[in-house]
Protein backbone atom coordinates (compact mmCIF):
# COMPACT_ATOMS: atom_id res chain seq x y z
CA UNK A 1 0.00 0.00 0.00
CA UNK A 2 1.64 3.61 -1.13
CA UNK A 3 0.84 5.98 1.17
CA UNK A 4 0.80 9.81 -0.54
CA UNK A 5 1.74 12.53 0.79
CA UNK A 6 0.68 16.74 0.34
CA UNK A 7 3.84 18.58 -1.21
CA UNK A 8 3.63 20.56 2.46
CA UNK A 9 4.01 17.28 4.12
CA UNK A 10 6.22 15.68 1.71
CA UNK A 11 8.61 18.43 2.90
CA UNK A 12 8.53 18.04 6.01
CA UNK A 13 8.94 14.12 5.83
CA UNK A 14 12.40 14.74 3.52
CA UNK A 15 13.80 17.50 5.28
CA UNK A 16 13.28 14.49 8.43
CA UNK A 17 15.25 11.79 6.32
CA UNK A 18 17.25 14.03 5.18
CA UNK A 19 18.79 14.48 8.99
CA UNK A 20 18.78 11.09 9.96
CA UNK A 21 20.92 10.93 7.17
CA UNK A 22 23.35 13.47 7.74
CA UNK A 23 23.22 12.14 11.54
CA UNK A 24 24.15 8.70 10.37
CA UNK A 25 26.55 9.25 8.50
CA UNK A 26 27.51 11.55 11.09
CA UNK A 27 27.82 8.79 13.58
CA UNK A 28 29.12 5.98 11.24
CA UNK A 29 32.68 8.70 10.79
CA UNK A 30 32.62 8.98 14.31
CA UNK A 31 32.40 5.36 15.21
CA UNK A 32 35.41 5.05 11.97
CA UNK A 33 37.54 2.45 13.13
CA UNK A 34 38.12 -0.45 14.85
CA UNK A 35 41.54 -0.16 15.61
CA UNK A 36 43.64 -3.05 13.52
CA UNK A 37 47.21 -2.95 14.41
CA UNK A 38 49.68 -2.94 12.05
CA UNK A 39 47.02 -2.92 9.32
CA UNK A 40 48.63 -1.99 6.25
CA UNK A 41 51.82 -4.27 7.03
CA UNK A 42 54.14 -1.08 7.64
CA UNK A 43 55.98 -2.56 10.61
CA UNK A 44 58.78 -3.78 11.56
CA UNK A 45 59.43 -2.03 7.80
CA UNK A 46 63.60 -2.97 7.91
CA UNK A 47 63.46 -6.10 5.86
CA UNK A 48 61.63 -8.60 4.10
CA UNK A 49 59.99 -11.60 6.75
CA UNK A 50 59.11 -14.90 6.18
CA UNK A 51 56.89 -15.55 8.76
CA UNK A 52 54.75 -13.53 11.47
CA UNK A 53 57.03 -13.54 14.35
CA UNK A 54 58.31 -9.86 14.13
CA UNK A 55 55.25 -8.81 12.36
CA UNK A 56 53.73 -6.71 14.92
CA UNK A 57 50.31 -7.12 15.81
CA UNK A 58 49.79 -10.37 14.02
CA UNK A 59 50.11 -14.52 14.89
CA UNK A 60 49.80 -17.80 13.75
CA UNK A 61 49.31 -20.70 15.74
CA UNK A 62 52.79 -22.62 14.38
CA UNK A 63 55.43 -20.68 13.12
CA UNK A 64 54.56 -19.58 9.41
CA UNK A 65 57.63 -20.75 6.91
CA UNK A 66 57.04 -18.66 3.66
CA UNK A 67 54.54 -16.00 4.49
CA UNK A 68 55.42 -12.72 5.69
CA UNK A 69 55.89 -9.12 4.81
CA UNK A 70 57.74 -7.39 1.97
CA UNK A 71 58.19 -4.32 0.35
CA UNK A 72 56.12 -3.71 -2.91
CA UNK A 73 58.66 -2.48 -4.84
CA UNK A 74 59.99 -5.96 -4.89
CA UNK A 75 57.43 -7.17 -7.13
CA UNK A 76 54.30 -7.05 -5.95
CA UNK A 77 53.02 -3.73 -4.80
CA UNK A 78 50.84 -2.23 -2.59
CA UNK A 79 47.52 -0.43 -1.82
CA UNK A 80 48.21 1.41 1.17
CA UNK A 81 51.65 2.51 2.29
CA UNK A 82 54.90 0.58 0.83
CA UNK A 83 54.59 -2.57 2.28
CA UNK A 84 52.40 -5.80 1.98
CA UNK A 85 51.66 -8.95 3.37
CA UNK A 86 51.95 -12.40 2.16
CA UNK A 87 50.58 -16.14 2.52
CA UNK A 88 51.64 -19.15 1.67
CA UNK A 89 48.77 -21.74 0.92
CA UNK A 90 49.09 -25.39 2.15
CA UNK A 91 51.26 -27.58 -0.05
CA UNK A 92 51.41 -30.72 0.90
CA UNK A 93 54.66 -32.02 -1.55
CA UNK A 94 56.77 -29.21 0.12
CA UNK A 95 59.93 -29.71 1.27
CA UNK A 96 61.51 -28.99 4.45
CA UNK A 97 61.74 -26.41 5.58
CA UNK A 98 58.64 -25.35 4.06
CA UNK A 99 55.21 -26.27 5.88
CA UNK A 100 53.39 -28.82 4.43
CA UNK A 101 50.13 -27.01 5.99
CA UNK A 102 51.02 -22.95 6.05
CA UNK A 103 48.92 -21.68 9.35
CA UNK A 104 46.17 -18.74 9.42
CA UNK A 105 47.03 -15.50 10.71
CA UNK A 106 45.10 -13.72 13.29
CA UNK A 107 44.66 -10.59 15.46
CA UNK A 108 42.39 -10.21 18.42
CA UNK A 109 41.32 -6.46 18.43
CA UNK A 110 40.58 -4.24 21.63
CA UNK A 111 36.92 -4.03 20.63
CA UNK A 112 34.15 -5.57 22.91
CA UNK A 113 31.42 -6.72 21.03
CA UNK A 114 28.21 -4.99 21.81
CA UNK A 115 24.09 -5.97 21.03
CA UNK A 116 22.78 -4.51 18.07
CA UNK A 117 26.40 -3.62 16.74
CA UNK A 118 27.52 -4.69 12.96
CA UNK A 119 30.70 -4.57 10.99
CA UNK A 120 32.13 -5.32 7.81
CA UNK A 121 35.64 -6.97 7.23
CA UNK A 122 37.25 -5.14 4.39
CA UNK A 123 40.95 -6.82 2.73
CA UNK A 124 42.92 -6.17 -0.36
CA UNK A 125 43.75 -9.05 -1.89
CA UNK A 126 45.82 -9.98 -4.76
CA UNK A 127 46.71 -13.48 -6.40
CA UNK A 128 50.94 -13.21 -6.20
CA UNK A 129 51.29 -16.62 -7.65
CA UNK A 130 49.06 -19.60 -7.80
CA UNK A 131 48.86 -22.57 -10.04
CA UNK A 132 45.34 -22.57 -9.88
CA UNK A 133 42.24 -20.34 -8.87
CA UNK A 134 43.26 -18.89 -5.42
CA UNK A 135 41.50 -19.48 -2.27
CA UNK A 136 41.16 -17.50 0.43
CA UNK A 137 39.53 -17.54 3.74
CA UNK A 138 38.08 -14.49 5.74
CA UNK A 139 36.64 -15.18 9.33
CA UNK A 140 35.68 -13.02 12.08
CA UNK A 141 36.04 -14.43 15.56
CA UNK A 142 35.32 -13.41 19.13
CA UNK A 143 37.59 -14.81 22.09
CA UNK A 144 36.41 -17.66 24.38
CA UNK A 145 39.14 -17.96 27.38
CA UNK A 146 41.89 -18.00 24.27
CA UNK A 147 38.99 -20.05 22.28
CA UNK A 148 38.20 -18.54 18.77
CA UNK A 149 34.85 -18.97 18.03
CA UNK A 150 34.07 -18.17 14.05
CA UNK A 151 31.17 -15.44 13.89
CA UNK A 152 31.04 -15.27 9.89
CA UNK A 153 33.36 -16.67 7.14
CA UNK A 154 33.51 -16.15 3.72
CA UNK A 155 35.79 -18.07 0.69
CA UNK A 156 36.96 -15.17 -2.17
CA UNK A 157 39.22 -15.90 -5.40
CA UNK A 158 41.89 -13.06 -5.75
CA UNK A 159 42.52 -12.15 -8.68
CA UNK A 160 46.21 -12.86 -10.33
CA UNK A 161 48.41 -9.73 -10.25
CA UNK A 162 45.87 -7.37 -9.46
CA UNK A 163 44.86 -5.97 -5.98
CA UNK A 164 40.91 -6.21 -5.36
CA UNK A 165 38.85 -5.52 -1.83
CA UNK A 166 36.89 -8.15 -0.34
CA UNK A 167 34.58 -8.02 2.34
CA UNK A 168 32.90 -9.98 5.29
CA UNK A 169 29.62 -8.52 6.94
CA UNK A 170 28.42 -9.48 10.57
CA UNK A 171 25.82 -8.44 12.72
CA UNK A 172 26.25 -9.10 16.53
CA UNK A 173 22.79 -10.27 17.00
CA UNK A 174 22.93 -13.30 15.09
CA UNK A 175 25.55 -15.01 17.07
CA UNK A 176 24.25 -13.92 20.75
CA UNK A 177 27.06 -15.69 22.65
CA UNK A 178 29.29 -13.30 20.58
CA UNK A 179 28.21 -10.24 22.47
CA UNK A 180 30.92 -9.28 25.47
CA UNK A 181 33.62 -10.77 23.79
CA UNK A 182 36.50 -9.28 22.07
CA UNK A 183 36.05 -9.10 18.64
CA UNK A 184 39.46 -11.05 15.99
CA UNK A 185 40.08 -10.97 13.04
CA UNK A 186 41.33 -14.38 11.07
CA UNK A 187 42.77 -14.98 7.97
CA UNK A 188 43.83 -17.87 5.38
CA UNK A 189 45.32 -19.02 2.29
CA UNK A 190 43.11 -22.45 2.20
CA UNK A 191 44.28 -23.44 -1.63
CA UNK A 192 46.17 -26.65 -1.48
CA UNK A 193 48.93 -26.79 -3.77
CA UNK A 194 51.44 -23.94 -4.69
CA UNK A 195 49.99 -20.60 -4.07
CA UNK A 196 51.04 -16.95 -2.73
CA UNK A 197 48.62 -14.16 -2.09
CA UNK A 198 48.89 -10.72 -0.97
CA UNK A 199 47.28 -9.04 1.91
CA UNK A 200 47.18 -5.52 2.15
CA UNK A 201 44.85 -2.51 3.92
CA UNK A 202 42.80 -4.58 6.22
CA UNK A 203 40.33 -2.41 8.06
CA UNK A 204 37.05 -3.27 10.04
CA UNK A 205 34.26 -0.85 10.76
CA UNK A 206 31.01 -0.35 12.51
CA UNK A 207 28.24 0.28 10.23
CA UNK A 208 25.98 3.06 11.76
CA UNK A 209 25.63 3.45 8.47
CA UNK A 210 22.73 0.99 7.59
CA UNK A 211 20.35 3.29 9.31
CA UNK A 212 21.68 6.15 6.75
CA UNK A 213 20.57 3.68 3.40
CA UNK A 214 17.45 2.73 5.22
CA UNK A 215 16.51 6.34 5.32
CA UNK A 216 17.26 6.96 1.85
CA UNK A 217 15.40 4.02 0.63
CA UNK A 218 12.47 5.10 2.52
CA UNK A 219 12.93 8.58 0.89
CA UNK A 220 12.65 6.83 -2.68
CA UNK A 221 9.24 5.35 -1.66
CA UNK A 222 7.90 9.06 -0.86
CA UNK A 223 5.28 10.15 -3.66
CA UNK A 224 3.86 13.54 -3.73
CA UNK A 225 0.43 13.94 -4.06
CA UNK A 226 -0.61 16.51 -6.53
CA UNK A 227 -2.24 19.47 -5.09
Not at 50 to 55: H, I, K, L
Not at 82 to 91: E, K, P, Q, S, T
Not at 142 to 169: C, H, I, K, Q
Amino acid sequence: MLVFFSTKEYGKMKKLLISLVVMSFVCAGAAQAITVENFSFELPGTEKKGNWEEVPGWSSDIVATDSGVELGSDGYGTTEGVWAAYIMGDYPGAAPPLNPVEPAIWQLTDHTIAAGESFILTVDLQDNWSETTAEMQLRLYYDDAGVRMPVATVVVNPVRNSWTEFSLPFSADDVPDSIGQKLGIEIDNILVGESWVGMDNIQLVPEPATMALLSIGGLALLRRRRA
